[in-house]
């Protein structure tokens, strides 16, 4: 569990990133945070695993207050995958990238073995696991970065914009693994502008501007709601759009499922057949 | 007159074990505005770095076949000076920032290229306004966050005025609503001044209506290449796993079902929703 409490934060430079943020992710939520540029959302969240403390306020992380534990000891459960792939790799080839954080927690050889062929093989990598992560695509690079977290079997996750430079079959595989990790109860927290991947996701939203938290609850509400989204930088997506601009038809407005949406219009349409 | 052509590019990064593109043959006429999408790792980014000579100036490894830009051959003319005329928009814009101030990395191009300084204010202006940067320009590059990175990379290459814009996931660190102004600003340059643009891109949700034309690249090949609306709806197209825009997609399944729809496939909301009101005035 994450509890945030009145927290501040300000950069060295004297940039207010935070004003007054309070909010709590339950063990086992999948929340999005979205909100425009500089909006302060990759700040918040660097205080999920310690990597910042506020300046005024507290974080608590399963009870324990950031500034108490190292930012190793927070890490051992909260997993964070940064936004740029390059701010985190380093090692010359895949497979001790992936293994660099086990071989650091004491894992024993044979366990870490496995655990680098299970994180290759989920996020599609096996081919490169010689390879110099360096040599890879921008995608590729930012899934060699989410599987040498994924391998420690963290009980919080932290995604910093998993989707950037992934195509459909990726995120598609993203999804369903962030699925499987909500039947584990693990809490999933992403950062992300990709309104398409969340309207698929429909996990609880939270909603920033500068530095603050301007709108929080279920995906759908938010995601058909043009005037907080508008706040955020955000847009709707494509098929609370479409909805949205045929509201005037009698259609509901609350849709962003495509199969909600092609059932809805059959009805629709078949009622009035040519 | 064709602005990029390749014949039978086929290139190869130095230590690579098979090529990372191969046989590409593609013309680009001038004007045009060319989607260039396909599965990560496909080569999308290694076609964009021939494009402004990267390959094979700055990159070694093996190239085979021809290309020219600007009806200039890139491997006999050095990267400066292709880049007066192809500005290249990278991925990642760490890789493409390091002065001291916004203004200062906007205005680096035009400094090298000797344009006289009244010019370059007024450009570096213009720039800096389209992107939305302008109240940030004493900023140093590192202090703003990647989206504003982002656009600082834009209005660098957008300054330069050049004759072709290539930009690789432009918006890719832009909250949507940024990232939608972006893409009007490339896409009014592209109309209004005729500066041809190559954007590489996954979420065609967001640009596929730009585009009059979209190339589909797989495991380093041309899967596809033609008018958008009729490329996205086929068979090739959904085999290999792109992305297409929801609208798009909902069309297609309705269509599945037997409803009536017109021909002209919608790339937006705008379009399917316009569509649907048609289906629903015709079925009263």
Not at chain 2, 60 to 68: A, T, V
């Amino acid at each position: 569990m994450i509890e945030v409490q009145d927290v501040y934060f300000t950069y060295p430079n004297g940039v207010e990133a935070l004003k007054g943020i309070s909010l709590t992710v339950k063990k086992g939520e999948f929340v999005a945070i979205m909100g425009q540029n500089g909006a302060g959302k990759t700040t918040l969240v660097k205080h999920f695993n310690g990597l910042l403390k506020p300046s005024k306020g507290r974080v608590l992380v399963d009870g324990t207050e950031t500034t108490k534990v190292s930012v190793a000891t927070l890490a051992r459960n909260v997993g964070f995958v940064f936004q740029n792939p390059d701010h985190q790799l380093f090692s010359e080839t895949v497979e001790q990238e992936i293994s660099f954080a086990l071989k650091n927690f004491g894992f024993k050889e044979n366990v870490i073995e496995k655990r680098v062929t299970w994180a290759l093989n989920l996020l599609g990598l096996t081919q490169y696991e010689k390879t110099s992560p360096f040599m890879l695509s921008g995608g590729e690079r930012k899934r060699v970065a989410l599987a040498s977290i994924l391998a420690w079997d963290p009980t919080t996750l932290i995604l910093d914009e998993p989707t950037i430079g992934q195509d459909h079959q990726q995120k598609e595989k993203l999804r369903q693994f962030i699925l499987q990790m909500q039947t584990q109860e693990k809490t999933i927290i992403i950062v992300t502008h990709d309104v398409e991947f969340v309207a698929e996701c429909n996990p609880r939203i939270m909603l920033m501007r500068d530095g603050k938290i301007v709108a929080d609850g279920e995906g759908k509400e938010i995601l058909t709601n043009p005037e907080v989204l508008s706040e955020a930088s955000i847009v709707l997506p494509q098929i609370a759009e479409i909805f949205m601009q045929l509201s005037d038809t009698g259609l509901p407005r609350n849709v962003i499922d495509i199969y909600k949406a092609r059932e809805i219009l059959l009805k629709t349409l078949e009622k009035n057949p040519k | 007159m064709a602005v990029i052509e390749t014949k039978n590019l086929t290139y190869t990064y130095p230590g690579g074990t098979k090529p990372s593109i191969t046989d590409i043959s593609i013309k680009i006429e001038k004007g045009e505005f060319v989607l260039i999408t396909g599965p990560s790792g496909c080569g999308k980014t290694t076609l964009c770095r021939c494009f402004n000579g990267l390959i094979p100036h700055f990159y070694q490894g093996e190239l085979k076949g021809e290309i020219s830009v600007v009806e200039l051959k890139v491997t006999e003319h050095p990267t400066y000076e292709m880049a007066a005329h192809v500005g290249l928009v990278f991925q990642n814009p760490e890789n493409q920032l390091f002065a001291l101030s916004v203004e200062k990395d906007v205005a680096f191009g035009l400094e090298n290229l000797g344009v006289s300084r009244e010019e370059m204010r007024k450009r570096v202006d213009v720039a800096l306004n389209l992107t939305g940067m302008y109240d940030l320009r004493e900023r140093s590059p590192y202090e703003v966050s990647g989206g504003q990175q982002q656009r600082v990379a834009i209005a660098a290459v957008l300054a330069m005025q050049p004759e072709v814009i290539v930009l690789d996931e432009p918006t890719s660190f832009l909250d949507p609503l940024s990232a939608r102004k972006i893409f009007e600003v490339i896409y009014e340059l592209n109309k209004k001044l005729g500066i041809t643009v190559v954007l590489v891109e996954h979420r065609l949700d967001l640009t596929a209506k730009y585009a009059d034309r979209i190339i589909i690249m797989d495991e380093g090949k041309v899967a596809a290449d033609g008018e958008t609306r009729k490329v996205l709806t086929t068979e090739e197209v959904r085999l290999i796993g792109v992305g297409i825009p929801k609208a798009t997609l909902l069309y297609q399944m309705l269509r599945k079902d037997g409803i009536k729809l017109d021909n002209a496939v919608p790339l937006s909301s705008d379009e399917m929703a316009n569509l649907l009101r048609e289906a629903f005035k015709t079925g009263d």
